[in-house]
């Protein structure tokens, strides 16, 4: 992927004020947001594969009859969040 990488902190005023001063310079925002989707779609996904938080901390175990009302309904018995595949909404 070709691009820009930036790393750094910020208070949130800080970063709004600086996101709004960088982005005010670019003749074409789309690479940016583009950038910024696919990390943030990685992150999701790389949360989910380790089954974690974005704090760190991993997602609570499935209860014992969740995973036996998943087996009955012929689902997946062991994958937090991912019971069919796709997310409601």
Do not use: C, H, Y
Not at 9 to 21: A, G, P, Q, T
Not at 25 to 38: L, N, T
Not at 39 to 62: H, I, M, Y
Request: no cysteine; proline share 3%; charged share 30%.
């Amino acid at each position: 992927m070709t691009g820009i990488s930036i790393r750094a902190e910020f208070s949130n005023d800080e970063l709004v004020r600086w996101l709004e001063d960088f982005l005010e310079r670019m003749d074409d925002k789309s690479p940016f947001f583009k950038a910024v989707g696919s990390q943030l779609t990685n992150s999701v996904s790389a949360r989910f594969d380790k089954e974690v938080g974005s704090d760190g901390n991993a997602w609570t175990p499935l209860r014992a009859s969740t995973i036996r009302a998943r087996i009955k309904r012929g689902r997946s018995a062991i994958a937090i969040l991912r019971e069919t595949g796709g997310l409601p909404g």
